[in-house]
């Protein structure tokens, strides 16, 4: 079947009956939401394991279950590493997998995906993972690929029902309290896992930092821990950054980032109480950080910003430019650091910035917000998870969610990387749709969704560089070496589902280039 | 049928069928929790309705329905009279009214129950409410009173299913986003109903002090809040204390503290990282102050107090006599600003402060609490809901899963009450078992629960007034007038539910004194 993009769906994988993508907000759920197991402990029972395969044998964990993780510590994590090791070790097969995120750190996972620990994946793959899925194909079922919203919403939904959540916690107490921005390697917050750790069967919470009673902030909630497991390593902290952290220093994407901001001043959301989200990439940084300067310059004061959570801005609330930081993740120490000490610095869980089946997500008040994408085509649609080669290489992170609910939605994109182009006639991948995506800005121009006509009409009074996309596109051909144009098999090896549950895209096996 | 303490309860009432007590920790929960309704909202919907009938209207309420309310305005609380005017007004009948305590300033209720706007009630009442339904019995089924966990458990595991849920809020935004412990009129923490909020089919968030996104702590979330009405007064934060906060000047009750903070000290818990319940009766609270000497006398640094929050427990933080306070509840203003600006006091759900169904309570990491009690039976049992008189005139509050989780359970009595006797030989009605009680400290001695062996030794090592509680009663006994007895009909007007969902006692109609 075609979904409203023109993307064909399968109308079934394995079991499960697909619904297909009918536009951004097209779906109203009205089912009930999953019911939670019920849980209890008498006063004085011991819940501290001493390793992984203890709890392991504790929690019941069988051949053919589903295991959770976060993604918190990114690159640094050592966590699944470490609980897969040890599912490989006691013989267990055919487990499902259902991270936030994998990073390349997670590359051995190959193995066990070879040895047929593992079978399914749901969850972002970025790197090395994702490519050898992409090629290998050797998944017993294809990938899902959820928002950061849409992974809370499927595990509420009763789309994933995790039977034992693994919670890499820089700090816990013996009760099972804990959180992520304590302890000796902190890591930022945690609570991209406390939906698991509310659903799951059985919660395991592993700490490298056993404090006494009680460990707070209440990330995650005594209730819902069956077991504490203390071990020696859990990530790098030094690790979390995974590269995204600095600002860019090319003239080119310089010039992007200035002309978004530009951007945002003429829009006319510029004024007292002005809601941002930062973004973590370079060019991102760099917008955030020339909007931060007008700001101060307007003498605005905004609303609040969105992190991922950074140094930069960390700087922004204390200058003032903001009452109050909201983050789900922090990318450096800094923003850690903060989080602890500002009481204006606010942990926010998935299920507030971004849960489609809720009554408000945070990202539904933000003024502007800049995105990245690999590729953005003439219909505004947006491609983050594979490159122009076909491979899926990247998650969906928060792309759908923000895009979704920022009143502008800004992609800031070179129009070449490398010589290949960035402008297509169609997104190899369908990440996020046309009709949430308002401002393309790109070294070249800006173009500016049909849709938003009154944007169109402000940048041009302010003299901005509008122009449109195919314009642009055309420009920037001239000076790309054609693509290498991947060919795709039959076989579906991800889904891509939209914040609601819907499939927008799906990912096809590469069998080779053109 | 008889339950495991001998008390009679019916088999079913109405629809529901009875489950009798039969141990503290003798249910072991294997059903899954109650399910939650999906919601969804688009960006842009405005969620702020203008008063509270619109919201009556908007939400859907009918007759037969349940609405919920919660207490942290205590006695200075003018949402529930305001909002059950409304209903009256708007003709509803036959209200389930399902509040997490009533008060004295609640007595226009009364007038509700007798026209039939509202026909049951859930929920502690504290005052006229119970004493009018203990003689009037007007309402079509017995009232039900939970501890604070156990109504927590009650709504997870649907035992209550929540139409509309009220929710009184000192600080608001446009999105419902709320919290108690900043705005106009603050009244600490809210979270009594935040289970309210998650389970409730239609939430509505009621405030006198609407401010700009985002209001956080994020005690009430966004996502759960369907509407929010903006209204002149939600309280009177000046009438939180409800009386409860003078630390007692009689010296029979001054000598009463003194005895069972010397028993927590010859206890030997009181260690570093002793956790203790402070309480907010005048006994309790010069026990815990105290106990807060010893532990600077001892230079002890203890893990955490537990509140309801007091200017007592704050000091104790601010001295570095413990590490941190948790505070499912706030009893005068000195708690509030500390809960504001104290990153060491936490606000505590009920959920994590006593769910029998859950992986932990707060409650059972304590070493020490200090309780009270209307009425106290050779066999330990405790009475806090009625008078010898048989009326019921209290709430349970926390007193069942404080009492079931602190390893010294003290309860802190003098013998008589003007001339009634308080230790009795069957509590008119029981509360809390006497296997969860270990300590009864009176000025005339302390005694311990025969299964506490090890205590009374510590005690007799040290020197205290240990007795037989027996000796204790036959001694005050020659000093009592003879109580008037209660004569009770059939009818029963309440079941006192333990904290597992099991019926522990019930209470009849008073139809007269002998």
């Given at each position: 079947m075609k979904n409203a993009l023109g993307r064909e769906i399968p109308e079934q994988i394995g079991e499960r009956e697909l619904r297909p993508f009918k536009g951004a907000f097209a779906t109203t759920p009205t089912a009930q939401k999953a019911s939670r197991p019920q849980k209890t402990v008498k006063p004085g029972e011991n819940k501290v394991l001493s390793s992984i395969e203890e709890a392991i044998e504790a929690t019941g964990l069988s051949d053919g279950m589903t295991i959770s993780f976060h993604h918190s510590f990114r690159n640094g994590d050592l966590l699944v590493n470490q609980a897969l090791d040890a599912c490989a070790r006691m013989g267990l097969k055919d487990l499902r997998l259902f991270p936030t995120a994998l990073f390349p750190v997670h590359e051995p996972l190959i193995e066990h995906i070879k040895n047929g620990v593992v079978t399914r994946i749901e969850g972002s793959m970025n790197g090395p993972v994702g490519a050898f899925v992409s090629q290998g194909g050797k998944l017993k079922a294809p990938g899902v690929l959820r928002s950061h919203g849409g992974r809370w919403r499927a595990v509420e939904a009763g789309d994933v029902k995790i039977d034992v959540a693994f919670i890499a916690a820089p700090q816990a107490d013996p009760y099972g309290n804990a959180n992520g921005i304590k302890g000796k390697t902190p890591c930022g917050p945690i609570t991209f896992c406390t939906v698991d750790a509310m659903y799951a069967e059985k919660t395991v919470v592993v700490t490298n930092d056993l404090v006494p009673y009680p460990a707070y902030p209440f990330e995650i909630q005594q209730g819902w821990t069956d077991y504490i497991v203390v071990?020696?390593?859990?990530?790098?902290?030094?690790?979390?950054?995974?590269?995204?952290?600095?600002?860019?220093?090319?003239?080119?994407?310089?010039?992007?980032?200035?002309?978004?901001?530009?951007?945002?001043?003429?829009?006319?959301?510029?004024?007292?109480?002005?809601?941002?989200?930062?973004?973590?990439?370079?060019?991102?940084?760099?917008?955030?950080?020339?909007?931060?300067?007008?700001?101060?310059?307007?003498?605005?004061?905004?609303?609040?910003?969105?992190?991922?959570?950074?140094?930069?801005?960390?700087?922004?609330?204390?200058?003032?430019?903001?009452?109050?930081?909201?983050?789900?993740?922090?990318?450096?120490?800094?923003?850690?650091?903060?989080?602890?000490?500002?009481?204006?610095?606010?942990?926010?869980?998935?299920?507030?910035?971004?849960?489609?089946?809720?009554?408000?997500?945070?990202?539904?008040?933000?003024?502007?917000?800049?995105?990245?994408?690999?590729?953005?085509?003439?219909?505004?649609?947006?491609?983050?998870?594979?490159?122009?080669?076909?491979?899926?290489?990247?998650?969906?992170?928060?792309?759908?969610?923000?895009?979704?609910?920022?009143?502008?939605?800004?992609?800031?994109?070179?129009?070449?990387?490398?010589?290949?182009?960035?402008?297509?006639?169609?997104?190899?991948?369908?990440?996020?749709?046309?009709?949430?995506?308002?401002?393309?800005?790109?070294?070249?121009?800006?173009?500016?969704?049909?849709?938003?006509?009154?944007?169109?009409?402000?940048?041009?009074?302010?003299?901005?560089?509008?122009?449109?996309?195919?314009?642009?596109?055309?420009?920037?051909?001239?000076?790309?070496?054609?693509?290498?144009?991947?060919?795709?098999?039959?076989?579906?090896?991800?889904?891509?589902?939209?914040?609601?549950?819907?499939?927008?895209?799906?990912?096809?096996?590469?069998?080779?280039?053109?």
């Open positions: 071990v020696n390593e859990i990530g790098d902290p030094e690790s979390i950054a995974s590269g995204t952290l600095m600002i860019t220093r090319s003239p080119t994407r310089l010039k992007i980032a200035r002309l978004a901001s530009e951007a945002v001043r003429a829009s006319g959301y510029l004024v007292d109480g002005f809601n941002f989200q930062g973004g973590a990439g370079g060019i991102s940084l760099a917008a955030t950080k020339f909007v931060g300067e007008e700001m101060a310059k307007l003498g605005i004061v905004g609303g609040f910003a969105m992190g991922g959570g950074t140094r930069l801005l960390v700087d922004i609330l204390h200058q003032g430019l903001v009452r109050v930081i909201l983050d789900g993740q922090a990318f450096d120490t800094a923003a850690i650091e903060s989080l602890r000490e500002d009481q204006n610095h606010v942990i926010m869980d998935p299920g507030q910035y971004a849960n489609y089946d809720s009554r408000g997500c945070s990202t539904y008040m933000l003024d502007a917000a800049f995105l990245g994408a690999t590729e953005v085509d003439l219909d505004f649609n947006v491609n983050v998870n594979t490159h122009s080669d076909g491979q899926l290489l990247h998650g969906i992170g928060g792309h759908q969610d923000v895009a979704s609910g920022a009143k502008m939605t800004v992609i800031t994109i070179p129009t070449l990387r490398g010589r290949l182009p960035v402008i297509v006639d169609s997104v190899t991948t369908v990440t996020t749709p046309g009709e949430v995506i308002d401002v393309i800005v790109t070294e070249r121009g800006i173009a500016v969704n049909p849709r938003r006509e009154n944007l169109k009409e402000r940048f041009l009074a302010a003299g901005l560089p509008v122009r449109e996309l195919k314009e642009i596109k055309k420009e920037a051909n001239r000076l790309t070496r054609p693509p290498r144009k991947p060919i795709f098999g039959d076989e579906v090896i991800a889904l891509i589902e939209w914040r609601d549950g819907t499939v927008i895209d799906t990912v096809r096996k590469v069998i080779g280039w053109e």
